[in-house]
């Protein structure tokens, strides 16, 4: 039975990728920054009670932070997934909350496994379509994305911006760069497989405490059928337009753990065309079959959202080397709603 270590493990995708593990007859070892994140997950999936363990790790940057670890346990494989969040409050300063933890993180967790993990096999990381772009409606016009593309931004770009999301794309872009350098110096025997997802949305499976603290991707779609939006927004005001189901993601992490044409490779994957107004008319039309609780709580179509240029993510070598079939947009929208109802349901 293989052992594997995933890292953020109280995340969205984390969540979704240690049920997919253990589908697939892993034993699960996650970090969590805080050991009541653990404690709150297995509260949530009591399904997961001897499958799945927990190791507190403060600052996954911090050096040998890996390393008790590697030494408590044999590790087969490794699903990289804590990163900064976009969504955070807190994180203001590129270096300190964004640059520094990504490639920190990184590094950290590669230098203890070549050192402390002789068994290791290989290493999924979940990374960004925002490696390549921070998609502005300009770029996507006339762009064409590629398992080749990089963004052309710089961290100076980010330091003078002190944005947010210009620090979260650039930070994505370096972290990812300090592996394939990782890589290309060290020569690990173990492989690497970088994931480069737009949107990802799905059920949330995760701990949620409240319909005020849903994930960044999942709160894109709320806002859709809880009142924010009066109209139909447009989708370059605040997406990307392109998605990957969250479960479907989780899929091609485990797959690429022992797929050999995977090895040392980064993957778009997923590619599906999203709009804002593909959101709303997909749970419209649930409305009238499975989900007559969304009757009536849906923005005006003004038909502002219509105009939209669609990049082209040539995510075709991913799917099919991984073998995608990925969910459609009523599997994962309707999903996504049919949860957060419960959610909102309990809380009344």
């Known amino acids: 039975m293989p052992h594997t270590l995933i890292t953020g493990a109280n995340s969205f995708v984390a969540a979704h990728v240690i049920n997919e593990l253990i589908a697939n007859g892993h034993t699960v070892t996650g970090t969590v920054r805080r050991t009541s994140a653990g404690e709150a997950l297995l509260k949530l999936h009591p399904e997961w009670e001897g499958k799945l363990d927990f190791e507190t790790v403060e600052d996954y940057a911090k050096e040998g932070a890996f390393d008790e670890i590697f030494k408590k346990q044999d590790i087969d494989y490794i699903v990289h997934t804590a990163a900064p969040l976009l969504d955070d409050p807190a994180n203001t300063d590129y270096d300190k909350h964004f640059l520094e933890p990504s490639v920190g993180a990184n590094l950290s967790l590669f230098k203890s496994a070549v050192a402390l ?5 290989s290493i999924a990381i979940t990374g960004s379509i925002n490696a390549m772009t921070m998609g502005t409606a300009e770029e996507n016009a006339a762009a064409e994305y590629t398992n ?12 003078k911006a002190q944005n947010a999301y210009v620090s979260y794309c650039s930070s994505k872009k370096e ?3 300090a592996v394939w350098d990782f890589v290309k110096k060290e020569n690990p025997k173990f492989a690497v497989t970088v994931f480069l997802p ?21 709160n894109v779609v709320y806002s859709m059928f809880n009142g924010t939006q009066e109209e139909i927004p447009n989708t370059h005001a605040g997406m990307f337009p392109s998605y990957i189901d969250a479960r479907d993601l989780a899929y091609a992490h485990v797959k690429a753990l022992t797929t050999p044409a995977a090895a040392n490779k980064r993957f778009l994957v997923g590619g599906e065309p999203l709009t804002a107004t593909k959101i709303v008319k997909t749970l419209e039309g649930l409305a009238e079959t499975s989900l007559p609780e969304l009757k009536g709580r849906f923005p005006k179509d003004t038909g502002k959202d219509t ?18 079939k990925l969910r459609t947009a009523e599997e994962t929208f309707g999903d996504l709603a049919r949860k957060v109802l419960e959610l909102e349901k309990a809380e009344k």
């Open 117 to 121: 993990a002789p068994k290791l096999k």
């Open 198 to 218: 737009a949107l990802i949305f799905g059920p949330p499976i995760q701990a949620v405490s409240s319909v005020k603290k849903l994930n960044f991707s999942t």
């Open 175 to 177: 972290a990812e760069l």
């Open 307 to 324: 105009n939209i240029t669609y990049p082209r993510i040539r995510a075709e070598e991913g799917n099919e080397v991984l073998g995608m």
């Open 148 to 159: 080749e593309s990089w963004g052309s931004f710089t961290q100076d770009d980010a330091r």
